[in-house]
């Protein structure tokens, strides 16, 4: 797009957070820049999470490249990591268009992913999520399955539309969600709280390929449950409504009846402490087995459920009470 194009041309901005994953951000703005919409009427602006040259260098060549007959292009720093909430804000807060679309530096948008959403505030709306798609294989591991589930969210940052006043309105994206869990349904709870109407546009389609993750990675990731604990404060109602009905006591008994074992070890009562042990291994396998449904059998996905399993639940316990105690919440 020309320089001298004016801002009064630009009907919707694209914001993407991005964080030093060169790849993945190469590929989305590729998808973005083969958009069926006509490229003097949107920008993209790359947010960097993570300031560093390299991504500086990935959009000024992408500028370059499509200078004349691209959108607007531009590089926000945003120092950091502070998350991608706060990215999405600094990202908004630079936009030059009264509609502001989201998505991802992991996603894809499709072809036609900014004409329909844009499409879908023809009558007034305000708000418009679009739709992704996550493909796994039939027999999917459990993050694979996770991810996939993903596509079935109320709302979902990787694919949505908003009129820049209603940002404004409501001040952006809650920052203290500073990883991607909780921030999208905080937004979509706030939505709703706020009766603002969201309108559903299922053709603009986003593609969010399941990144490959490290052998245990569910372990790293209940770290993030801390955050479960601000979203009930914030959301009490809606939390148990659409997150999770009631607490997981499933872990929570896990946790005690290890904990009894341990303490008749202790104590010097083998029975006490037997009978303990194989109540923790039978709730244990019980979950395992839950985990292991509609999932890959393979030799090393099974061995990293029962790994886990094992793991899992005095994480998570640990994690929600972290929570709990941070953000001054009765959560369980």
């Known amino acids: 797009m020309p320089a001298t194009t004016d801002d ?6 694209v914001v993407v957070p991005a964080c030093g994953r060169m790849d993945l951000l190469d590929r989305c703005l590729d998808a973005l820049m083969r958009q069926g919409f006509d490229p003097q009427r949107y920008e993209i602006v790359v947010v960097d999470d993570e300031p560093n040259h390299n991504t500086l260098h990935l959009v000024a060549g992408w500028r370059t490249r499509t200078l004349e007959r691209g959108p607007r292009l531009s590089y926000v720093a945003n120092p950091g990591p502070v998350g991608p909430a706060s990215s999405r804000n600094r990202g908004w807060r630079a936009a030059r268009a009264p509609i502001v679309a989201f998505t991802t530096d992991d996603a894809v948008p499709e072809p036609n992913w900014l004409s329909e959403g844009v499409a879908a505030f023809a009558d007034d709306a305000e708000v418009v999520c679009g739709r992704i798609q996550t493909p796994v294989p039939a027999r999917p591991t459990e993050y694979q399955r996770s991810a996939h589930g993903h596509d079935a969210a109320g709302f979902t940052s990787a694919s949505c539309f908003f009129r820049k006043t209603v940002l404004e309105r409501l001040d952006g994206f809650d920052e203290r969600f500073s990883v991607p869990r909780g921030s999208d349904a905080d937004m979509y709870f706030r939505l709703l709280e706020h009766g603002v109407p969201i309108v559903r546009a299922p053709r603009a389609l986003v593609v969010h390929p399941v990144r490959p993750v490290p052998w245990g990675a569910s372990l790293l990731q209940i770290r993030h449950a801390v955050f479960d604990a601000l979203l009930y404060k ?3 109602a809606l939390y148990r409504q659409k997150v999770e009905p009631r607490p997981r006591w499933d872990h929570y008994a896990i946790v005690a009846v290890l904990l009894l074992a341990l303490a008749g070890l202790l104590a010097g009562l083998p029975v006490l402490a037997g ?3 194989a109540a923790w291994l039978l ?5 395992c087995a839950h985990r292991l449904r509609g999932a890959a059998h393979t030799p090393a996905h099974v061995a990293e459920m029962i790994l886990t399993s094992a793991l899992l639940p005095p994480l998570a316990v640990f994690w929600r009470l ?3 105690v941070r953000y001054r919440v009765r959560f369980a």
Do not use: Q
Not at 8 to 13: D, G, H, N, Q, R
Not at 283 to 287: A, M
């Open 8 to 13: 009064a041309t630009i009907a919707v901005s």
């Open 234 to 236: 914030k959301h009490p």
């Open 275 to 277: 009978l303990a042990f």
């Open 283 to 287: 709730l244990t396998g019980r979950l």
């Open 322 to 324: 972290a929570g709990a």
